[in-house]
């Protein structure tokens, strides 16, 4: 059974830093893109960032110059630094991992500016 955990979501304030996790278990097989997307009450799902197996990130248009993709194959595990937050960044945060059994997407986990 795999399974993708976030965490790393909390509430801060405009101009904060978070860092999300996502790691994964059980069978995975081989992990090709990993990426993050998120979700804002009652809007779609969005791209946020995406990392390639050799490292390379690409990003949305809103994150780009804030937000950083990062990944640890050893630990199957993928993070995502945001720097200067804004209110508009309110959202779940989805982790999404392609790999050669198919593709799986983590629980979600909640990132809240406001001050």
């Known amino acids: 059974q795999v399974q993708l955990v976030e965490s790393g979501g909390d509430s801060v304030q405009p101009g904060g830093s978070l860092r999300l996790s996502c790691a994964a278990s059980?069978?995975?097989?081989?992990?090709?893109?990993m990426a993050w997307y998120r979700q804002a009450p009652g809007k779609q799902r969005d791209f946020v960032a995406l990392?390639?197996?050799?490292?390379?990130?690409n990003y949305g248009e809103s994150v780009k110059g804030r937000f950083t993709i990062s990944r640890d194959n050893a630990k199957n595990t993928v993070y995502l630094q945001m720097d200067s937050l804004k209110p508009e960044d309110t959202a779940v945060y989805y982790c999404?991992?392609?790999?050669?059994?198919?593709?799986?997407w983590g629980q979600g986990t909640q990132v809240t500016v406001s001050s």
């Open positions: 059980g069978s995975i097989g081989s992990i090709n893109y």
């Open positions: 999404n991992y392609q790999t050669n059994f198919g593709a799986y």
């Open positions: 990392i390639t197996p050799g490292g390379s990130g």
